[in-house]
């Protein structure tokens, strides 16, 4: 029961994000938990979904942050055929939060999409519906449709990096 809750979610989530140039999708299924993936060239810190550190610092991206840089921000979710994450969003946080010894990012308000797990296809539902998050280095990520009350827990992988 609490795994086809848990799948659900995750598949609530995934049907969330849309790609508009400002958060990317990779349907691969080629980042394992606990590695950096390509994209991510100029590594900060990696985050567990329990919220430890799995490599770099989180010190490291506080300094980057109150420096002023830029962040790029990925998450990973649902489990592939192969072990790695279903699927991966990267964005360019453009709102970030320093809260103790963590920080704290937002999504860009996205439209609802649904991947699909064979073919590689990422589809639009008739309905449009706009979704938003919060995800901190805490592990979590809060998020909800615009034209819902209900918010979301989810914990997650991410990685937060320097862009190119």
């Known amino acids: 029961m609490a795994g086809n809750l848990l799948k659900s979610c995750i598949s609530l989530l995934c049907t969330a994000l849309f790609v508009t140039g400002i958060i990317s999708p990779a349907l691969a299924d080629n980042t394992k938990a606990g590695t950096t993936p390509r994209v991510c060239t100029h590594h900060l810190v990696t985050i567990a979904q329990d ?29 592939g055929k192969t072990g790695g994450f279903f699927l991966t969003h990267w964005f360019e946080a453009k709102f970030l939060t320093v ?3 963590d920080v704290f990012t937002q999504t860009p308000i996205i439209h609802r999409q649904h991947p699909l797990r064979e073919g590689n296809d990422i589809q639009l539902p008739e309905k449009m519906q ?3 998050a919060t995800m901190g ?10 034209d819902e009350e209900k918010v979301g827990t989810h914990h997650v992988e991410s990685w937060w990096c320097l862009p190119d």
Do not use: D, P
Not at 57 to 65: D, F, G, H, I, R
Not at 137 to 146: A, C, D, I, Q, V
């Open 51 to 79: 919220g430890r550190v799995l490599r770099g610092s989180k010190e490291n991206l506080v300094t980057a942050v109150e420096q002023g840089k830029t962040i790029r921000v990925g998450f990973g979710l649902g489990t």
């Open 130 to 132: 706009r979704w938003v």
């Open 99 to 101: 809260l103790g010894t």
């Open 137 to 146: 280095t805490n592990g979590l990520l809060y998020s909800r449709f615009l």
